[in-house]
């Protein structure tokens, strides 16, 4: 038995005879039924009115309420990407609701039909929840032990590896917790959701490269006194701080980039710290060093 879609596509076929060709028959008998093509997002700046993309939620920027004309509204606000482009889409009222409520979250796959709205940036405006079709939740669960946080950021024990997560929520964590973590993202994982299930106490042994066995270009974490201050400065616009650290294998200069520059005055000579997630390259004199970025974590013991 002929479904009725099948029918609405024999029905156009006789219609429009050989006036049109398979792909444009297709495209006739999806717009019948609501249905929009699907638009990479690349190619929004040249299209107008209401279309339909397909992406990963990769951040929930806000989620507000506001008055107007004296009836109460609300607004949310993310970023979707595909492949190689983002842009930022406004959700409002019923469809806000479901950011609000945590049915679309950071990491979601979803597929969203919605109008352009083109000011300095090109924007996505949503209003109706039936508009919004979440094809999946490809976020993943972790599990690791605290080794250290500094509240936006912790640093866990990973099976073999240590992973710096980002956190989206609230949690009071504490060195040697076992925690779960429900996010997405592998260089930089997004935690969304997090518990603790139990706490040990942490083994360090495998956990921390001596520096004399630092290898340039993989990841590293170390731990040792600082041994020296070489100055704070701008480069590129981004705070820069050195420092040095040794062990009791080596010593080795650290840059501290951006937000891990403000650390730099509460130093002094002498203080044990632990840096995670670093990069190791060869400088501009031939000696290894360090780099500490954005998806770095240090702590001063």
Known sequence: MMDEYQKR???????????????????????????????????LANKRGKVAVEGVIEKVLS?????????RGLVANAILKDENS????????????????????????????????????????????????????SRERIRGIVLAT?????????????KVCFLKCKAELKRGDIIEALGFGNEEFVATELRVINHVEMDFSNVFTPISKIIPLQKVNIRGRVSGLNGLRIVKGKDLAEIFISDETDRVKVLLWGEHAKLYKELDVGDLIEIYNAYPKIGWDG??????????LLQKL
């Open 86 to 137: 983002r842009v930022r889409v406004t959700f409002w009222n019923d469809s806000a609701e479901l950011i609000k409520a945590g049915d679309i979250a950071e990491g979601c796959k979803v597929r969203l039909r919605g109008f352009i709205k083109k000011r300095d940036d090109i924007e996505l405006s949503v209003n109706d929840p039936s508009d919004v079709e979440i094809l999946e939740d």
């Open 9 to 43: 596509m024999q029905e156009f076929r006789e219609h429009f005879g050989d006036l049109i060709d398979d792909e444009t028959l297709k495209l006739l008998v999806d717009y019948s039924f609501g249905k929009v093509p699907t638009t990479r997002l690349s190619e």
């Open 287 to 296: 000696e290894i060093e360090v780099h500490c970025g954005w998806s770095s």
């Open 63 to 71: 989620v507000r309420e506001f008055i107007k004309d004296g009836k």
């Open 150 to 162: 500094n509240g936006i950021k912790v640093a866990i024990k990973h099976g073999n590896s240590v």
